[in-house]
């Protein structure tokens, strides 16, 4: 396991794209979040702004890049021919793909966390002063339901990667991988939104990979959501797990 922990890290840190893709996470995630802010009107009393949920809009454009890294990190290697390498020095295929989500993850998370601090941070400077709550202020990242919400979308973003990673073992294409995802993540909340009926609308954002996920983030109105925060996140890790499960049998049982 150390030696394929050791070729994915250099694998890692030898390529640009990966780097990139971090510090491009990082960015749009901090710079949409800062929008989204700066965007949002209070009326008056009574605001119904989520500020630190409004302060994380950001991790809707960090996910995408996320998922690309996670995609390329192996659709990458089918489509240069070097996963056939790789597994030849590796046969062990499960340690391939626990190393690749491993050294993945670790650094998913790293950008995640600078990213989420960076959102909140600059989004509560921002959002107007009738958005205010208790817990709201730079003063006080600390409140508990703050902390769940950061906490939460650094994991949400860890898993997005995962389920990415799953995806693109799964089908092993960089451009089919990518279209599941971001139909999963975006697609499943389309339709939820365009169905008429109460009941179908609300399963469809509980199990929707991205509605249940994001959950996490809400501080406010908590009762109206389909998914309590932490079912929610549940619910995403279900899928990651599933695709990597998925992801690890066929790797097993296809030729590279």
């Not at 802010?37 to 454009?61: E, F, I, M, Q, Y």
Request: aromatic share 4%; proline share 6%; hydrophobic share 55%.
């Amino acid at each position: 396991m150390l030696a394929a922990l050791h070729a994915e890290w250099t694998k890692l840190c030898t390529l640009r794209a990966p780097g990139l893709l971090l510090l491009a996470a990082v960015a749009g995630t901090v710079a949409l979040s800062a929008a989204a802010s700066a965007a949002a009107v209070c009326p008056g009393p009574g605001c119904p702004v989520d500020p630190t949920k409004t302060s994380l809009t950001g991790v809707l454009l960090g996910q995408v890049i996320i998922a690309v890294l996670a995609v390329l990190s192996v659709g990458g290697e089918y489509s240069s021919g070097m996963m056939t390498t790789t597994l030849i020095a590796m046969p062990a295929r499960g340690t391939v793909l626990a190393a690749k989500a491993l050294t993945l993850t670790g650094p998913v998370l790293v950008a995640g966390a600078v990213a989420t601090a960076g959102s909140l941070l600059v989004g509560f400077a921002l959002l107007p002063d009738g958005a205010a709550v208790p817990g709201s202020s730079v003063l006080e990242l600390g409140y508990p339901v703050n902390i769940r919400a950061a906490t939460g979308s650094v994991l949400y973003l860890g898993l997005i990667a995962l389920l990415s990673l799953g995806i693109a073992t799964i089908v092993r294409s960089s451009a089919a991988a990518i279209g599941i995802v971001l139909g999963l993540l975006f697609v499943l909340p389309i339709l939820a939104a365009v169905v008429t009926d109460p009941d179908w609308q609300r399963r469809l954002e509980q199990i929707a990979p991205s509605s249940a996920g994001l959950a996490i983030q809400a501080t406010t109105g908590q009762e109206r959501l389909p998914i309590s925060p932490w079912a929610g996140l549940g619910v995403l890790a279900g899928w990651a797990a599933a695709a990597l499960l998925l992801g690890a049998v066929l790797l097993r049982l296809r030729d590279a």
